[in-house]
């Protein structure tokens, strides 16, 4: 240990304080376990900072922004409709740090050891900070490593956070973007396509794959693709930026289609190509830890081979998301307390993009469940025949579903339209309860609600639909 540190010890260390760390932590707590929490920089990691609550506090000022100028549908009137960026930005950052204190709140609360600084791992079962006032050496002979990611940077598209942003300079603009690219069509790019977009933003999204949303069902990203089109967006599919020059106020984008390159002027660029892990310079793999592409490689329970060392939330295997990183947080809190919690499935890991219409999805896709050699049922619901999106206005959208033939069990649903990121937990709870299609079908559903809509789209699966 160091010259003048103090060893410390708790029964659980966890290293980062996003959703997976905090919630790590918060469970620990409650099982009785003595424990410490090393932050480097925000409490409430990027989920509350930088990613899922500020994104989507700005999307709802467009949302909102979007309603307004459709007033007249709904038998009103408003005129002088217009932003005011920094006012948008200034509540998304107040909501962020609300919630970051919040997360300060329930620490106190739950009698857990903040330490504010930067760790490494410089043995087993021990952790080394380096704070404001020199270095902290605590042990535990449990530690939970959950110390997130950050923006991925591609060479020649690194971000500037001028011309070039990353996610951060995004959420913090230095103007609105007249003429925006938006490279990668991910849940992250989508959403800064959907915000700027619907603010004005005269917006491109390039994405390599062929379509957009390539972990979507496929007619869920063809709905998306027709859907933002008609809201002025151009989509280039299999296309590449090779290359961005930059200038004074403009870049010029080299992109790459069926090996054609094209020039395109933008003034502004946001990278979205997904996302590295906060992993090196922590000794882990000094201690025998595993990381392939910057992601420590661990099993369904978050172990990485490491006695004592644990690894969850997106610095370890994806899906990224925030509501992963903290049902494993949860799930090894209680396995460290003797507990023998299940194993996170990530197939029922649900996914929500907050774009203009949402996107949310659960399990197999209709192509994954074939090509996993499943015979299947598929249905289908669209928004027009349900009358609650009548009577909201949000006649746009579908909601599919995908069950096992054999079984009945549901492998998979799909959505797009208004609301379905709040709609799409019906199934994720049917998945957990291993429902069959003959439970879901046999359900009540509360009229007149959006939710019918998961009803109506398992009836069609069974040709048994009644309003289409
Ligand atoms: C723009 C954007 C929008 C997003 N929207 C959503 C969404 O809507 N829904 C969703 O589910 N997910 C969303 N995500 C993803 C989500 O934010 C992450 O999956 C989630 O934050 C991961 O949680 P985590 O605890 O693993 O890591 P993080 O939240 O990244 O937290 C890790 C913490 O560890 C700290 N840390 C790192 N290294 C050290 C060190 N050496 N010492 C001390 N501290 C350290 C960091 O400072 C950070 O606070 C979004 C992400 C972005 C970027």
Redesign the pocket.
């Known amino acids: 240990m160091g010259e003048g540190t103090t060893l410390k010890t708790f029964d659980v260390i966890v290293?980062?304080?996003?959703?997976?760390?905090y919630v790590a932590a918060i469970r620990a707590a409650q099982l009785g376990l003595s424990v410490a929490i090393?932050?480097?920089?925000?409490m409430g990691?990027?989920?509350l900072n930088?990613?899922?609550i500020p994104?989507?506090t700005m999307l709802r000022s467009s949302e909102v922004f979007h309603l307004m100028q459709r007033a007249g549908e709904f038998g009103l009137s408003a005129t002088g409709i217009d932003f005011d960026l920094e006012a948008v930005i200034k509540r998304s950052r107040a909501v962020a740090k609300q919630l970051n204190s919040g997360v300060s709140h329930l620490m106190k609360k739950n009698k857990i050891t903040v330490v504010m600084g930067?760790?490494?791992l410089p043995a087993r079962g021990k952790v080394r900070v380096t704070t404001d006032k020199g270095t902290e050496d605590l042990s535990a002979d449990n530690i939970i490593v959950?110390?997130?990611?950050r923006a991925r940077e591609l060479p020649g598209l690194e971000a500037d956070g001028d011309l070039v942003w990353t996610?951060k300079h995004a959420l913090m603009p230095p103007r609105m973007p007249k003429k925006l690219l938006v490279i990668g069509s991910g849940?992250?790019g989508i959403?800064f396509a959907s915000f700027y977009n619907t603010l004005g933003a005269e917006t491109t999204v390039v994405e390599v794959q062929d379509r957009i949303l390539p972990v979507e069902d496929a007619e869920i990203s063809a709905f998306a693709r027709k859907s933002f089109e008609a809201q002025k967006m151009t989509i280039r599919t299999n296309s590449t930026v090779k290359k961005l020059d930059r200038g004074k106020g403009r870049v010029t984008a080299h992109i790459e289609t069926d090996g054609k390159v094209q020039k395109h002027d933008f003034d502004t660029v946001i990278s979205a190509v997904g996302i590295t892990a906060?992993t090196e310079n922590?000794g882990l793999e000094a201690l025998g830890a595993k990381i392939d592409r910057s992601f420590v490689v661990t099993d369904a329970y978050c172990r990485t081979g490491v006695d004592g060392l644990y690894v969850?939330?997106?610095?370890t295997n994806g899906p990224?998301?925030?509501?992963k990183?903290s049902h494993e947080g949860v799930m090894v809190a209680e396995m460290i307390a003797g507990g023998k919690p299940h194993a996170v499935d990530p197939d029922s890991i649900a996914g929500?993009t907050?774009c203009q219409p949402q996107i949310a999805s659960v399990g197999l896709t209709e192509a994954q469940a074939r090509d996993a050699g499943f015979d299947i049922k598929v249905g289908r619901f669209p928004f027009i025949g349900n009358g609650k999106a009548i009577a909201l206005g949000e006649t746009e959208g579908m909601v599919k579903t995908v069950f096992d033939a054999k079984t009945g069990a549901l492998l998979g649903a799909h959505m797009i339209g208004a609301e379905v990121t709040e709609l799409i937990q019906g199934y994720v709870v049917g998945r957990q309860l291993e429902t069959t299609e003959e439970d879901l079908m046999q359900a009540v559903f509360p009229h007149p609600t959006l939710s019918e809509m998961m009803h109506e789209s398992v009836l069609d699966a069974y040709g048994r639909v009644i309003h289409m």
């Open positions: 290293v980062g304080a996003g959703p997976g760390g090393v932050e480097r920089e925000h990691g990027i989920c930088w990613g899922c994104t989507k930067e760790a490494t959950a110390t997130g990611a996610y849940a992250i959403e906060n922590l969850i939330g997106d610095a990224w998301l925030a509501h990183a929500c907050y």
